[in-house]
């Protein structure tokens, strides 16, 4: 780019670009030609100091007068710093410009810059020509001074950021992040802590089980018929067991159980919440010398821990009563399984902190916590030990002559209604009760359905003195049989249509008798007296799975039935239902409900008494003593039916029966034998039925034996004196 000439600027007039002087010539005409208006012309020149060349001539210099003015400095500075805003203004062409300095207007003395003339816009091609000036500029007032261009205000330089806000806002920062996780801390520290600490603790923790001392279970003098003794339980880790098979084997020959079944209980497995099992049983109520066998071997995943074992001293003794528990002491059959919920504890447990692998111990200082395990309460019965073993042994003998039969025997205390005794036959072992059959476990008392037969007309004899239909001094006349819808019943002892007293139908146990006094009685009378004796619902006893038996209701009777109900058929009763019955006869008309339970003893020793028996009363006194007395005739009355069930010194009153056996409501082959008598006769102490199921016949030969055998055996055992009111009076059979 060449170098800017230090003339000023003119155009081809003459005048000087730029100028603010008035653009007129001397003699006050306007230009109309001049080719700078509308143009560069219009644009004032500026000095080097920034203001114009007017402006710098009106300015006086320094110590001189006003109307000196100061002259532009020769220039040495190579171009002009406006040249590029001047450009701008032209068009930005760089045309060769003409006449740079001319001669001086007129009207000026001094020397000015010009600028040279370009060419016109449009001249050169097809562009139009610039727009021009069409009138003249007005003239420019000499009488204004003239005025300064206001002076710049240096830009300010821009403003720093404030250092001293951004440490405020740093160290608000700065102090709010410390605030929360100074919080957080806290939070964690006190709030969630035991949830953190919970989380590794758990992966240590080991449960081990304190199971309950099992209440015992007692006869009536304190001697323990069941009770749980210390014993041993071996326990597996599965997680921990490295030979399965081999620790099965090993093990198998000490604890008696199968290695299939050790395995099966080793194998790994998931509890609920996913994590696995560490704890399984292996054996439970091991014996002491058997478990340290077990702990001598030192296998891996395999430990002993203190356990109890329900030990029955009495082997089967009144084990269809007590019935037996599992190996995690849970009562399964019997009284064991009815008051479960009072002889069960409440098992404790010790959760500790161990170690792991070869640390496997607890931990000193860490977590431990342990739940006493509360002993549970324990049963006194009504059953004295030394009379339920005689009577099992007397029960046992007869029915070794009905093989394949079923026997049950019943005692009961007057007037407390107590059961002193109650046997089954056959029986088992309640110490080991896995080898036995399910039927030799059922308590015949109390699940024996059967038909009583004739010792069911004590109860319609009851009721007919009770009614008054009869008296103990009526006399009927008996035909040998007697027929009911299509059926004939008749007497073993043919009374040939002779009048027949009371005591000797009682005797020869009368069919016909019983069946036409029942007539008198009618079959709704005989039914409400059957429900007040206790037959057809359980007794309450206490033993669970009691049967309730079934009463015929009237509406159901067909003209057979007339006939069989009065003398003991087409009624179900259970062994203990028909003593209960015998046991209200000699508790002078008062029935008394049967119960096994004494008292319950806590594990404190404090002794509660179990709930009151229901009673109720059926006959009166005075009936019930006259009923007893003409009970006394089956025992004395010479070929009566229960002779052999007499006890030697003592008047005993009684009735011998000859019913069926019922399974789901069907007979089965053979026949039912009982005996139900009460002794002293005058002061009835004890009630004690005897039933025998024979499937081929003779129970009576077993029953009434056995009755007299257990009464003699009762009575000196509690050292009733004989009979001191004489002997029985002398009945007679066939008053003339």
Do not use: C
Not at 154 to 166: E, F, T
Not at 717 to 723: D, E, I, K, L, T
């Amino acid at each position: 780019m060449p170098p800017r000439s230090d003339e000023p600027r003119r155009d081809p007039t003459g005048s000087r670009r730029g100028s603010a002087r008035d653009p007129r010539p001397a003699d006050g005409e306007p230009r109309t030609g001049d080719p700078g208006v509308g143009g560069i012309s219009g644009a004032r020149a500026y000095t080097p100091r920034g203001r114009t060349v007017r402006e710098e001539r009106a300015t006086p210099a320094r110590g001189q007068g006003a109307e000196q003015r100061r002259t532009p400095r020769s220039s040495t500075r190579s171009g002009d710093p406006f040249r590029p805003a001047l450009q701008v203004l032209d068009g930005g062409r760089a045309a060769a410009r003409a006449g740079r300095r001319d001669a001086p207007a007129a009207g000026r003395g001094q020397v000015v810059r010009t600028v040279a003339s370009r060419t016109p816009r449009g001249l050169a091609g097809d562009e139009p020509p610039p727009r021009r000036r069409t009138t003249p500029r007005a003239p420019r007032r000499t009488d204004r001074p003239v005025a300064r261009r206001p002076i710049r205000k240096p830009r300010r330089p821009p403003k720093l950021a404030d250092s001293r806000l951004r440490l405020r806002l740093g160290t608000v920062l700065a102090l709010t992040l410390f605030a929360v996780i100074g919080i957080r801390l806290i939070f964690l520290q006190a709030v969630d802590a035991p949830a953190y600490a919970g989380g590794g603790t758990a992966d240590r923790l080991r449960i081990v089980e304190l199971p309950a001392p099992r209440g015992a279970i007692y006869d009536s003098t304190g001697a323990p018929l069941a009770r749980s003794v210390e014993a041993r339980y071996v326990f597996a880790d599965p997680t921990k067991v490295e030979d399965p098979p081999g620790i099965a084997k090993a093990l198998s020959p000490l604890l008696g159980i199968p290695v299939s079944k050790l395995m099966e209980l080793m194998k790994p497995r998931k509890l609920e919440n996913g994590k696995d099992s560490t704890f399984a049983y292996l054996a439970r109520g091991v014996e002491i010398p058997t478990a340290k066998r077990v702990q001598a071997l030192e296998l891996p995943g395999v430990g002993v821990h203190r356990d109890e074992r329900r030990e029955v001293p009495g082997g089967d003794l009144a084990a269809n009563l007590l019935g037996f528990t599992s190996q995690d002491m849970d009562g399964l059959e019997g009284l064991e399984a009815r008051y479960d919920d009072v002889l069960a504890g409440q098992d404790g447990k010790r959760v500790y902190e161990a170690g792991l692998g070869d640390l496997d111990a607890p931990i000193p200082g860490g977590y431990s916590r342990t739940t006493v395990a509360k002993p549970g309460s324990s049963l006194a019965l009504t059953i004295n030990g030394d009379l339920q073993f005689r009577t099992q042994q007397i029960l046992s003998a007869g029915m070794a002559q009905a093989p394949g039969g079923t026997g049950a025997a019943v005692i009961i205390e007057i007037p407390s209604g107590a059961v002193l005794a109650q046997a089954s036959n056959p029986t088992y072992n309640a110490a080991k009760p896995t080898p036995s059959d399910p039927v030799a476990r059922e308590d015949a008392a109390t699940s024996f359905v059967v038909d009583p037969g004739s010792v069911h007309k004590a109860i319609t004899y009851g009721a007919a003195l009770q009614e008054g239909v009869i008296t103990p001094d009526t006399t009927l006349p008996i035909a040998n049989s007697i027929k009911k819808g299509d059926t004939w019943f008749s007497d073993t002892h043919p009374a040939d249509g002779k009048r027949m007293s009371v005591p000797g139908m009682l005797a020869y146990s009368s069919n016909v008798g019983t069946i036409t006094i029942a007539d008198k009685l009618g079959p709704d009378r005989l039914i409400d007296y059957q429900k007040r004796f206790g037959l057809g619902k359980p007794t309450g006893e206490g033993m669970p799975g009691e049967a309730s038996g079934r009463l015929l209701p009237a509406d159901e009777w067909s003209e057979s039935s007339q006939g069989s109900v009065p003398i003991g058929h087409s009624v179900d009763a259970t062994p203990l239902q028909m003593a209960a019955a015998y046991a209200a006869i000699a508790n002078n008309g008062t029935y008394v409900q049967p119960h096994l339970v004494k008292e319950v003893i806590g594990p404190d020793g404090k002794r509660t008494p179990a709930a009151a028996p229901v009673t109720r009363s059926v006959l009166s006194p005075q009936n019930a003593a006259a009923l007893r007395t003409m009970l006394e005739a089956v025992t004395t009355v010479d070929h009566a039916t229960g002779l052999t069930a007499a006890v030697p010194g003592y008047r005993v009153a009684g009735k011998t029966g000859t019913g069926w056996r019922l399974v789901n409501g069907k007979k089965q082959p053979g026949e039912v034998s009982s005996f139900i008598g009460m002794a002293p006769a005058e002061n009835p102490r004890y009630v004690i039925a005897v039933f025998v199921y024979a499937p081929n016949g003779g129970g009576a030969a077993i029953a009434n034996p056995a009755f007299r055998d257990m009464m003699q055996f009762t009575l000196r055992h509690y050292r009733v004196p004989p009979s001191t009111g004489g002997s029985a009076p002398k009945f007679v059979v066939y008053p003339r």
